[in-house]
């Protein structure tokens, strides 16, 4: 471990904690043939900044309160300055201090948004999407390129970070899609490449990426997110008519996500996603390399639930028990990372089952839920960092997801007893209508984002202060 945190990690004990990162850090690196001198210097310099930053002036704010660091809950000071934390310990000095009540986690990311902006904000729109998230949590998501015209260059990319930046409440980044034939097209400022192995809503399914295009999109060096269903398994499924939420099931069946993973696993990509998995197949046939996602609706909702349109979303439902094991291995920590898929639609879009459009909204019930089953004991507090805070962030190269010094001082704290059922009326989405309606929660009370509250007590208070992550001061360690 890299940063420890000890009984007094502020500005007393620096001394002593920078020579042990110096023998841990030359211990772990020397050891590389490729590492050369300069280099390793250079990331000494980068890693040790927050210690010499700090070592002899106090932190412009300072929270006290009961962080999870490092795997639990311990009443510690924060110090943070110009948004990030720069000194951790029992007790540190600082110009302003603040005091919070209950909990502190690192706040979440959630890599699996669609906001539907620009092209159909009669929908969602970055304001609306933005701000749930916020209530949810979240101070960072990564938001899907296919709008009505998908992000496919430079050209529709600079179109929708030009709409959606002055919009944004939190943080964000935004994906170009792959359709086939433009890896060399891609904008470099996406923070991923969506692809669609199986079509989905404004997609076509790709059944097959050329080998040239494979290394041209690896080359990029960025995280590839798959829509895991083959087209060709789909096409073989298709039906006239879908009336239910089994019918739908049955015409996506589990094997064409199996099918889908399958072919993931031998492209040569360095960082793969697999999106919403909703087979506990697929979880074992996925290869370690794959990163695995899930979502709350496949371990928390089912066909046989009389949700309607409401509940036909891509990947389908599936029935009780798969949706029960695929609970089990998400209790077992066997998926990397839970993500919302939020993906909206006006009500009239959702009118008539066999036409309805598929998709569920979550981005501001995704950390709630999950906090509820924490507090009432069911999940473990460490699956939940994991998967829906950590690793996301982590995933993005962001200095974000912990409670450590050179991390973003980004928080969400909540108060273990307020459990609350979910109305889906007081959701900030522009779709109202939640699945969820009903499932017990636990809504932040407060959401700060670089030091600044955001959420305060349940109410927003902040404008839109949401920045680009390309345009954030500090990449990941
Ligand atoms: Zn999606």
Not at 91 to 119: C, M, W, Y
């Amino acid at each position: 471990m890299f940063y420890p945190v000890e009984d007094s990690i502020g500005p007393h004990s620096k001394n002593s904690l920078l020579k042990l990162n110096c023998i841990n850090f030359c211990k772990e690196n020397m050891k590389s043939p490729s590492s050369n001198v300069e280099d390793i210097v250079a990331l000494v310099k980068q890693r040790l900044k927050p210690y010499l930053q700090s070592s002899y002036m106090a932190s412009e704010l300072v929270f006290s309160g009961n962080f999870f660091v490092d795997g639990r809950f311990r009443n510690l000071e924060v110090g943070v300055s110009d948004g990030m934390i720069d000194s951790i310990g029992k007790s540190l000095r600082g110009e302003r201090r603040i005091n919070i009540e209950g909990p502190v986690l690192p706040a979440g990311t959630d890599i699996h948004v669609h906001f539907r902006d620009p092209g159909e904000t009669e929908k969602e729109d970055f304001k609306t999407g933005t701000i749930s998230a916020l209530f949810g949590g979240n101070t960072t998501v990564f938001d899907m390129p296919n709008n009505h015209i998908p992000i496919t260059d430079s050209v529709s990319f600079e179109d929708k970070l030009s709409r959606v930046r002055s919009k944004a409440f939190c943080d964000f980044g935004l994906y170009s899609m792959f359709i086939g034939n433009n890896a060399e097209l891609i904008d470099q400022r996406s923070s991923g490449i969506k692809i669609y192995l199986g079509g989905s809503t404004n997609s076509i399914g790709l059944s097959k990426i050329d080998d040239k295009q494979v290394e041209k999109l690896d080359s990029n060096n960025k995280p590839v997110i798959f829509h895991a269903e083959s087209q060709e398994c789909l096409d073989r499924y298709r039906t006239a008519y879908v009336g239910t939420l089994r019918d739908h099931n049955l015409a996506r069946p589990e094997e064409c996500e199996n099918l889908a993973v399958e072919y993931i696993n031998k492209l040569k990509i360095k960082k793969k996603i697999a999106a919403h998995l909703s087979s506990p197949k697929s979880v074992s046939i996925g290869s370690a390399s794959v990163i695995k996602e899930v979502t709350p609706h496949h371990i928390f909702l089912n066909d046989e639930m009389p949700l309607g349109s409401w509940g036909k979303v891509n990947p389908p439902l599936r029935s009780r028990s798969v949706m029960n094991e695929l609970f089990e291995l998400y209790l077992a920590g066997k998926f990397d990372i839970i993500s919302s898929d939020h993906a909206p639609h006006t009500q009239a879009e959702k009118e008539e089952f066999n036409y309805a459009a598929s998709g569920i909204i979550g981005v501001e019930t995704r950390i709630p839920i999950l906090l509820a089953l924490f507090s009432k004991k069911i999940l473990d507090i460490n699956i939940v960092v994991r998967t829906a805070i950590t690793n996301p962030a982590n995933i993005m190269d962001l200095r974000k997801g912990r409670i450590a010094l050179g991390y973003y001082a980004d928080f969400l704290n909540f108060d273990k007893g307020e459990i609350k059922r979910i109305d889906d009326s007081r959701l900030h989405s522009k779709t109202k209508i939640s699945p969820f309606n009903g499932f017990e929660a636990i809504f932040p009370k407060n959401v700060i984002m670089r030091g600044q509250f955001l959420v305060e007590d349940h109410e927003l208070i902040e404008d839109h202060l949401g920045l680009h992550t390309k345009d954030l001061k500090a990449a990941n360690p």
